[in-house]
């Protein structure tokens, strides 16, 4: 099929004429209005309240499951998830579903392996494949507040994208000011840092959780998407309602997240064991020492021995043997300590870029 015939042209004139208003306009608004923090405030808070909804909701809710919400929190994320112009929740959970699925390969709908400008931006140009319409989608056909939004989806983008920025300018005596830093600015940049998971998550940072796929971590990244920049754990365990897993890890989503089941507004947060997430990590080192050719007798009873500490804690803890669960627990870390030295001596591991 000609180039042309597979273009979604409403897609492909969106996504370039917007950077090219931001760009003329927003710096003339400034030079002939003077710039106005209350503009700025309405982007960021119109960024923090239509990210959070991709992230916290589109993605990790919708997509994954990886807790759930109350029906209020739902609205809110389908409401302002459509004014982040990145497609209903249907589709949009749709195309991630079937990259977690098939990902770095050709059914991939943002494979990595087609290069970098296609896995960011490249893809949305493109019609959708028929054959993978609504892949995976029939649970969330079945929510009918997702079967709203997916109807009035461009209403709402409209309304809530750029109307209410609008209104909200025009309250003040900016109108123009709202439209430009609620409604274009702010799609502009919170599409950006949603494309740079599909492309810079697949390409730059560490890969902790093993090769498998492209999928890195990355704190940099991370601070720019609202905590998702750690792909490489959500590639590994995509249920887990956190992608950054360490308590330290920069990841606002997971802290949204957490904070609501306070407030009952989110319930039943999906956690994968620690005793997993080492046991992954273990693995991932493993195949590095591996290819590393450092592999040897030492190590494979460190491994061992790390493995058997796991069982031996779960087993006192269930058995409320405080003692003997402390004990075990030194022993582990003294394992670990001494399986962290070895990678750092015999691992190689080091930031990487991919090809
Ligand atoms: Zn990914
Ligand atoms: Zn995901």
């Known amino acids: 099929m000609a180039w042309y015939k597979r273009l979604n042209w409403v897609n492909a004139i969106f996504l370039i004429v917007t ?64 004014a982040a112009l990145q ?44 054959q993978y319409r609504e892949f995976r989608s029939q649970d969330l056909k079945a929510d009918p507040l997702v079967v709203w939004q997916n109807k009035y989806y461009f209403l709402l983008a409209v309304i809530v994208g750029f109307g209410i920025p609008t209104l909200i300018g025009l309250a003040f005596g900016s ?66 309602y956190r992608n950054g897993v360490r308590w330290y890890q920069w990841d606002p989503t997971k802290w949204w997240i957490r904070s609501l089941s306070f407030f009952k507004l989110t319930r039943n947060l999906k956690r994968v064991p620690d005793s997993e997430i080492l046991k992954a990590r273990l693995q991932a080192d493993e195949s590095l020492f591996i290819a590393a050719g450092s592999y040897n007798e030492r190590l494979r009873e460190i491994k061992t ?20 669960f402390k004990s075990a627990r030194i022993e582990l870390r003294a394992l670990l300590a001494q399986w962290r030295l070895a990678r750092r001596l015999y691992g190689k591991r080091r930031v990487e870029f991919a090809a």
């Open 19 to 82: 950077p090219v208003i931001v760009s003329i306009f927003i710096p003339l608004n400034i030079i002939f209005h003077g710039f106005d923090w209350r503009l700025v405030l309405i982007f960021i808070l119109g960024c923090l309240a239509t990210s959070v909804s991709i992230t916290g909701g589109y993605h990790r809710l919708f997509a994954h499951r990886s807790y759930e919400a109350n029906w209020l929190l739902k609205l809110f994320y389908l409401v302002f998830g459509a």
């Open 305 to 324: 021995n790390i493995e058997e500490r796991l069982r031996q804690m779960a087993q006192f803890r269930k058995e409320k043997l405080k003692f003997e």
């Open 175 to 240: 109108p123009w000011g709202g439209l430009l830093w609620g409604g274009f600015a702010r799609v502009v940049i919170t599409h950006h840092c949603t494309f740079f998971i599909n492309s810079l998550c697949h390409m730059w940072g560490k890969q902790p959780y093993g090769k498998k796929n492209s999928a890195r971590d990355n704190f940099v990244l991370a601070f720019f998407t609202y905590g998702e920049g750690y792909h490489n754990f959500h590639h590994r365990f995509e249920a887990d």
């Open 87 to 130: 497609g209903s929740a249907i589709k949009w959970c749709s195309d991630h579903r079937r990259h977690h699925k098939h990902v770095d390969t050709d059914v991939d709908p943002y494979s990595i392996s087609k290069g970098f400008l296609f896995a960011h931006v490249g893809w949305v140009f493109l019609k959708d494949d028929p």
